[in-house]
Structure formats: C-alpha cells, structure tokens
C-alpha cells in the first residue's frame, strides 16, 4: 500500500475542503430588519427563494421586528446593516449629523377612502366628519391631503374635522363598520378595503401632483449607514442588484406572486389581484431620484409637520440619495 499516495491525496481533498470553506466564509452577509408581516417581506422572500442574493454576491439574512421604532434602533446600534423606512427620517438623521444613505424601494402611497352613497364627492364635503388615519397627527399622507384641502378648497382638515388615529388593520375596521366617515390608509390596506366596497375618494399622489410635488419620487427605500456604504460599496451595489432583480421578477412573473399568496392573507381574489396591482404600481424607475423635487416635498413636510416630523432638516441634505 502507498501511505505515501494516500497522504497527499487526502492532502488534496483536505486543502480542497479548506479552500471552499474559506470561500464560503467570504460571503458577506447583509442583515436586514423587515416588519413581521409587512409588505417588504414579498421582495426579500423573493430574493432570498430565487437565489437572488447569492447571484449578486452575498447572504441575505433578514430580522423580523414589531414596528418601524424598533427597526430604527436596531440600526442604530448595529444589530442589523439595513432596514426600509422613508428618506425623509434620513434625511433628519443627516441634518442632526448622522451619514445614513437612502436606496429607493417604493414609490406606492395611500389615499383617502370612502363608502359609496356616504355623501362624500370631494374633500370639501369632509366638514364636520370623522376620519380615520392609519399611523399618528404627523403621518405623510395625512400631511399632503391637508395642505391639498386648504389649497383647493380653502379649509383645514385638521381644525375641521375629528381625526381618529389608530393602525392601519384597526382604521380599515372603522371604516369598513362605518365607524369612520373616511379614511386615510396605506395602499395595501385600502386594496383590501377595496374589495370590502370602499372606493378612493383621492390618491395622495394626484393631491401631491396637485401641490407641484412629484408623485414618481420614492417615498420608502433600504436605509443603510454611511460607514458600510464607504466600506463595502459592492455589498451595498449587490443588494441594489438583487432588489431590482426581484422587482422585475414579480412584475412580470404571475407564479411570482401566486408563491407569496398565503403571506399576503388575502380573503378572496378581489384583494389578491388588488395587492399584486398596488405592488406593481408602485416600483420605482431605476436611476437617480429628481432631487428638486424631494426639495420640495421636504419643504412641505418641514412647514406642515415642522421639528417633530423632520427634525432640522428644512432643505434636503447633500448624500440623502444613493442612487445620485
């Protein structure tokens, strides 16, 4: 027997195991905190079920958490390298001196909604109702629908109407009971309050493109911090890869979005079609955001929800954008 032969072949198949470990602990590994349960969730099962992370370079591991706060804070102390939130926290978080940058995800927003026969054919006729309004007094949508009615019908929804804020599930309850006389949701829930004979009364976006704004600008993206974009820049443009490549995926693969149908807890194939046309609606052209135009949203959101929405950010500050 050839002990000698055998050592290096085993030699071979030693080193040979070395290496491709080596090579699999060389794959970085991105952490992202998602909402449980959240829509965010269709785009990175997506990638994570197609291999989409691994054919970009890297191992996609996502941290389900309760609610955008505490999202926030694992970012902010490290437990995880991205998460999905709206620039204009970045761009609050740049203006008090913390690099954040902001990669566009989506550019789909809500509406105000309302029962058919209620009586309600415009935002004025919302006097002396109630709304519903998925999330708090300083929520984005809300914001915009108030400065559309004081600017095309001349009143304040706030000081003249009772606001009920609440979330999103518990305002498309109130609304569907009646208990609400409108409502003010994010889209997903108003295509489910759709199926349950709702009807949009007025998109925020045609109310933003009524205030000049640009309803093509993306309002929620992967938020990442400074320091791992200048550190692992190819890490940073594989995640970019792999969520455009799921973006495309579901926007024209129907078997797609048939595989994510059991978490998107449709009731009935009204409100399934009705998620996949929202999804859809609401990806954003690749290439860089309009700047002028998120200048201009900022400056709305700083003079209608001032300090407490946007912090000292009353221009947009240099860097927000990745994609510029």
């Not at 789909?108 to 998925?134: E, N, Q, R, T, Y």
């Not at 792999?242 to 998107?264: I, N, W």
């Given at each position: ?305 001032g300090p407490d929405l946007v912090g000292p950010a009353t221009t947009l500050p240099p860097g927000t954008f990745l994609t510029n």
């Amino acid at each position: 027997m050839d002990f000698g032969k055998i050592g290096r072949a085993m030699g071979v198949a030693l080193a040979g195991a070395f290496f491709a470990l080596t090579a699999q602990a060389e794959v970085p590994v991105l952490r992202i905190a998602a909402l449980e349960g959240g829509t965010v969730n269709w785009e990175l099962d997506t990638i994570k079920h197609y291999g989409l992370d691994t054919a970009a370079g890297f191992d996609l591991e996502v941290m389900p958490v309760a609610g955008n706060p505490a999202a926030q804070v694992a970012l902010q102390g490290g437990a995880v390298d991205a998460i999905v939130t709206d620039w204009f926290w970045v761009a609050r978080m740049r203006a008090e001196g913390q690099d954040y940058r902001f990669l566009p995800y989506s550019k789909a927003v809500g509406g105000l909604m309302v029962k058919p026969g209620a009586g309600i054919s415009s935002i004025a006729d919302l006097k002396g109702k109630k709304i519903g309004i998925a999330g708090g007094p300083l929520d984005k949508s809300w914001l915009i629908l108030r400065a559309y009615a004081q600017k095309e019908a001349g009143f304040d929804l706030s000081a003249q109407t009772e606001q009920v804020f609440g979330a999103p599930p518990l305002i498309m309850q109130a609304a569907l009971s009646g208990e609400v006389d409108a409502a003010i949701n994010f889209w997903h829930f108003m295509a489910k309050m759709e199926a349950g004979g709702m009807v949009t009364l007025l998109p925020v976006a045609d109310a933003a493109r009524a205030l000049g704004l640009d309803p093509e600008t993306p309002l929620l993206g992967y938020v990442l911090p400074g320091k791992l974009v200048a550190e692992q820049p190819d890490l940073v443009a594989a995640l970019a890869q792999a969520s455009r490549a799921a973006k495309e995926k579901l926007a024209t693969d129907d078997a797609a979005f048939d595989r994510l149908r059991p978490q998107m807890k449709a009731k009935d194939d009204a409100q399934y079609q009705a998620l996949v046309a929202g999804y859809r609606a609401g990806i954003p052209a690749p290439g860089p955001v309009d700047e002028a135009a998120a200048a201009r949203m900022l400056a709305l959101m700083a003079e209608l929800g001032g300090p407490d929405l946007v912090g000292p950010a009353t221009t947009l500050p240099p860097g927000t954008f990745l994609t510029n």
